[in-house]
């Protein structure tokens, strides 16, 4: 029996992409998740993390969907982030093709959860035996295991941006002090928000309705 693990990673920063992260593997396996000392990827170290992400391929397979800033605001204009995640939920359910799915859970009603991914699928969810629970991540090994591979793909993602723009500001969530600074920067320089930027987000609408003020009363 094929059991699939989901998670997401980056569903609530103002800078770059959010990833669903899938982990598939025969049911006869999953103890091997926990030898390998799988756990919610909150509670690893990175270096713990990418250790145990480099060996999940001898388990199993890893499946990772990427929504971008851009594409998260679009589909902002006629859903919410958690529509969002159910359809990433949903393609990374219809690509492994599994006999048990389980998912970590975003709202309060887990089989109206269910449902809404059931329908968002492609696949034909007739035999597949489904669980959703709040905080799957920290009590199912392959649920666990989605989450370091959704995580890896996020933070892989950031540490390109940080590259690319020559300047660390740490994980991109509204609260990080030097996120804030580096889009103000930003924008300072020129004149608009950096394209990985949600700015559908109130923290982006903010930045640029502030930096709007600042130039009326610089003129």
Do not use: C
């Not at 388990?59 to 919410?80: K, L, N, R, Y």
């Not at 359910?93 to 998912?103: E, F, N, R, S």
């Not at 394209?195 to 709007?212: G, N, Y």
Request: hydrophobic share 35%; proline share 4%; charged share 35%.
């Amino acid at each position: 029996m094929k059991v699939l693990g989901i998670d997401e990673a980056g569903r609530g920063p103002v800078i770059g992409s959010m990833f669903i992260g899938g982990f598939v593997t025969d049911e006869k396996d999953l103890d091997r998740l926990e030898d390998l000392g799988v756990k919610d990827s909150k509670k690893l170290s990175d270096s713990r993390r990418e250790g145990i992400r480099e060996n999940l391929g001898e388990i199993g397979d890893s499946i990772v969907e990427e929504f971008t800033a851009s594409s998260i605001d679009s589909m902002m204009e006629g859903m919410t982030i958690n529509r969002i995640e159910i359809k990433g939920f949903a393609r990374v359910i219809d690509q492994a093709d599994p006999d048990k799915v389980v998912m970590d859970l975003p709202e309060p009603d887990a089989e109206e959860f269910i449902e809404k991914v059931k329908k968002s699928m492609n696949s034909d969810s007739t035999d597949v035996e489904f669980t959703a629970e709040h905080g799957a991540d920290d009590s199912f090994p392959v649920v666990s295991a989605a989450s370091i591979v959704a995580k890896s793909a996020r933070e892989s993602h950031v540490e390109e941006l940080h590259s690319k723009y020559g300047y660390d500001f740490a994980s991109g969530y509204p609260h990080d002090k030097p996120t804030i600074n580096f889009l103000e920067r930003y924008l300072d320089q020129e004149g608009d928000l950096p394209p990985e930027t949600r700015r559908s987000w109130s923290t982006a609408e903010r930045l640029v309705d502030q930096h709007r003020q600042n130039s009326i009363s610089d003129f």
